[in-house]
């Protein structure tokens, strides 16, 4: 059975930094794609980033690219988010995701991964 589970979310001030991990279980996803969406109640679910086993391509958003880095290791099949510069707008529920097999048409749609964490709750608030 595959597992992703995040770690690391909380509460931070705007301006801080938050650093999100993400450990899968199950299977290995060394030639697939690994990364995070995230979702605010009442709102449709937003990609945030993805990095790609091979090679390590990388994709953002438009509203976190600068400021957030996805990393991963394939040895210990994780992918991490370093989030920096937080703003309030961030406020969210993150989820861990990954798939195999995406082509870069689908990289920023949801339901072209086929396994999703349990979430994480980040909140950036003064």
């Known amino acids: 059975q595959v597992q992703l589970v995040e770690s690391g979310g909380g509460l931070v001030q705007p301006g801080d930094s938050l650093r999100l991990s993400c450990a899968a279980s199950?299977?290995?996803?060394?030639?697939?794609?690994m990364g995070w969406f995230r979702q605010v109640p009442g709102k449709e679910r937003e990609f945030v980033a993805t990095?790609?086993?091979?090679?390590?391509?990388?994709y953002y958003s438009d509203s976190v690219k600068g400021r957030f880095i996805i990393s991963r290791d394939n040895a210990k099949n994780t992918v991490d988010l370093q989030m920096n510069s937080l703003k309030p707008e961030d406020t969210a529920v993150y989820y861990c995701v990954a798939g195999m097999g995406l082509i870069t048409s689908s990289i920023r749609v949801g339901t072209a991964y086929s396994y999703w964490g349990q979430g994480t709750q980040v909140t950036v608030s003064s």
């Open positions: 990095i790609r086993g091979h090679g390590r391509t990388t």
């Open positions: 199950g299977r290995s996803f060394v030639s697939g794609a």
